[in-house]
């Protein structure tokens, strides 16, 4: 069974400042890796998957994260936060075609 | 276009109740999901609807929990017996086919506490 794990449940930043959520999956075979982002009160959204290509994954809202196929890892990164980035950060893979397994989540907090 | 929608947002029951949530996809979308998000457990799959096809109720945690989709569109997830360790958001996801270059569309969820 596939498995991800976030390496950090809480990750405070000052706005402006880079930041960088980290995560880890186990799978010997092909991935399919994704980001998901909770606001307060809603549901997932995405923003990036990696699926084949290129390593390193444009999203939306200046998000990018890298997969690095020696290491298990598709970090998330964003040169800039803003307050407005404030949410909860789910890394996953796909797994079985179809099933999501999602890491334990990551809560950014930006700070004035 | 108008996303998965879910309803109720909130549902508050007795312990020993039956309760129903429903989940309404995306127009076109043949993949069909329940996932479940809990304090202790995090985000867990529930269940996947494909088409006509079999569903893959692997991660279901008990037989008290079942799904049905009707006519390949909406779908109900059913929890009989309620526990406490049901309370949860519960979330639904469609996506135009299975596969991971399917995006999973996600809805709301509906936010399930039982007393």
């Known amino acids: 069974a596939q498995s991800v794990t976030q390496l950090d449940s809480q990750v405070p930043v000052f706005e402006e400042a880079p930041v960088e959520l980290r995560c880890n999956y186990s799978?010997?075979?092909?991935?399919?890796l994704f980001w998901y982002v909770q606001y307060p009160n809603q549901g997932l959204q995405l923003l990036l998957k990696?699926?084949?290509?290129?390593?390193l994954v444009k999203g939306i809202n200046g998000f990018e994260a890298e997969f690095n196929k020696s290491q298990t890892s598709f970090h998330l990164r964003k040169p800039s936060v803003h307050i407005s980035d404030t949410a909860e950060y789910f890394c996953?893979?796909?797994?079985?075609?179809?099933?999501?397994?999602f890491g334990q989540g990551t809560r950014l907090t930006i700070n004035p | 276009g108008a996303g998965v929608s879910q309803s109720p947002s909130n549902k508050v029951t007795e312990k020993g109740k039956d309760v129903e949530l429903r989940c309404d996809p995306i127009?076109?979308?043949?993949?069909l999901y329940w996932y479940r998000q809990s304090l202790g457990q995090g985000l867990e799959f529930l269940i996947y609807?494909?088409?006509?096809?079999?569903?893959?109720k692997s991660g279901l945690p008990s037989d008290r929990f079942s799904a049905e989709r009707t006519g390949g569109s909406v779908s109900t997830l059913t929890i009989q017996r309620t526990q406490q360790e049901d309370s949860a958001v519960y979330l639904c996801?469609?996506?135009?086919?299975?596969?991971?270059?399917?995006?999973?569309?996600f809805g709301p969820g509906t936010r399930l506490t039982v007393l």
């Open positions: 996953a893979v796909l797994w079985g075609a179809q099933k999501l397994v």
């Open positions: 127009s076109g979308h043949t993949a």
């Open positions: 609807f494909q088409g006509n096809s079999a569903p893959d």
């Open positions: 799978s010997s075979v092909s991935v399919y």
């Open positions: 996801a469609s996506s135009l086919a299975s596969g991971g270059t399917n995006t999973q569309y």
């Open positions: 990696y699926l084949s290509g290129s390593t």
